[in-house]
């Protein structure tokens, strides 16, 4: 039985936020902390490594000094989401409960906007779950590149496999993501 009241952050390993390219390809969950604030913000994700790529905190957090990003590892991924929120609860970080800030700014407000990429994937059929299972990324992943927070990673698996599920050509991905970007850049 897991007992989420035992958890010390500090006791985790960990690594300083611009060096998250060391995190592990792990499922668990993680924490971003400092010495001084403690705990900021807690999430949970199948790769930890992969999640911080482009983690819509990442910005927000870039702002503080000394971020700490540390994790637990946790193999039973179907446990995620309790694990996570009994943590949350546990620590109540403040970053869990505020809008992440961009670096364009405010938070941009597209999610009721037809983008291209979003557009992309309704004219092929698909769900945006669906999308993030089969590419193996968060489905807060897939709704952030279609509201152009982010832009896809497009490595070349990800790449080959969104336009054989988007039905669409290397340059109509591309064009799209641009023309989502823009969007983005102008509301």
């Not at 179907?78 to 405010?106: D, H, M």
């Not at 669409?168 to 823009?182: F, G, K, M, P």
Request: hydrophobic residues 40%.
């Amino acid at each position: 039985m897991f007992d989420h009241q035992r958890i010390n952050h500090l006791a985790l390993p960990s690594v300083l936020l611009n060096e998250r390219s060391r995190l592990p390809k792990v499922s668990g969950i993680y924490f971003a902390a400092t010495d001084s604030e403690g705990v900021l913000y807690i999430g949970q994700s199948v790769n930890i490594r992969q999640r911080w790529v482009n983690h819509e905190r990442r910005y927000q957090l870039s702002k503080i000094k000394n971020v700490h990003l540390y994790w637990l590892e946790v193999a039973d991924r179907s446990l995620l989401k309790v694990i996570e929120e009994a943590l949350i609860e546990k620590f109540s970080p403040p970053l869990n409960w505020t809008r992440p800030e961009y670096q364009l700014g405010v938070p941009l407000r597209l999610l009721g906007m037809q983008t291209p990429m979003r557009r992309l994937r309704q004219d092929a059929g698909l769900r945006a779950e669906a999308v993030a299972t089969t590419l193996g990324v968060s489905y807060s992943t897939v709704r952030n590149w279609e509201q152009g927070r982010t832009i896809p990673t497009l490595y070349i698996f990800r790449t080959q496999k969104l336009t054989q599920m988007y039905k669409c050509s290397l340059d109509e991905l591309a064009s799209a993501v641009q023309e989502t970007q823009n969007k983005a850049i102008a509301s």
